[in-house]
């Protein structure tokens, strides 16, 4: 699916119950948690990423993995890096690297909320 990067931010934020709208400075912001680590992340509400965040691929592109919404989730940099430095380089039928994959996507659907237009 080939979507500009604003879209699948805000694709994401509204799947993901985490994520709340608030007034910040007079502005309105999407207001929700990294899926590792559960630091606060801000987003614009036409889906510009603020401060240090970035799109996460559950499964890793390389492994298979699509930017289907349910693959896709929000992320500190640095908790995104790591988990790529430390795992997405594995094989994909690597034990450490599975269990992570699993337990991240686990954690996505857990948070998992169906978008306002149903689709």
Same mark, same amino acid.
């Given at each position: 699916?080939?979507?500009?990067?604003?879209?699948?931010?805000?694709?994401?934020?509204?799947?993901?119950?985490?994520?709340?709208?608030?007034?910040? /400075?007079?502005?309105?912001?999407?207001?929700?948690? @990294?899926?590792? *680590? $559960?630091?606060?992340?801000?987003?614009?509400? !036409?889906?510009?990423?603020?401060?240090?965040?970035?799109?996460?691929?559950?499964?890793?592109?390389?492994?298979?993995?699509? /930017?289907?919404?349910?693959?896709?989730?929000?992320? @500190?940099?640095? *908790? $995104?890096?790591?988990?790529?430095?430390?795992? !997405?380089?594995?094989?994909?039928?690597?034990?450490?690297?599975?269990?992570?994959?699993?337990?991240?996507?686990?954690?996505?659907?857990?948070?998992?909320?169906?978008?306002?237009?149903?689709?």
């Amino acid at each position: 699916m080939n979507r500009s990067r604003r879209q699948l931010v805000l694709g994401i934020v509204v799947t993901d119950s985490t994520f709340k709208q608030v007034q910040l /400075d007079g502005r309105t912001l999407w207001q929700g948690k @990294c899926l590792h *680590c $559960n630091s606060p992340m801000l987003t614009t509400t !036409d889906g510009e990423l603020l401060g240090h965040a970035s799109i996460e691929h559950v499964l890793p592109r390389h492994h298979g993995g699509g /930017d289907d919404l349910e693959n896709l989730a929000l992320a @500190c940099d640095s *908790c $995104n890096q790591q988990k790529g430095s430390r795992h !997405d380089h594995r094989r994909p039928d690597d034990p450490r690297a599975r269990e992570v994959i699993e337990k991240l996507a686990a954690k996505r659907m857990k948070r998992w909320r169906e978008p306002p237009d149903g689709s």
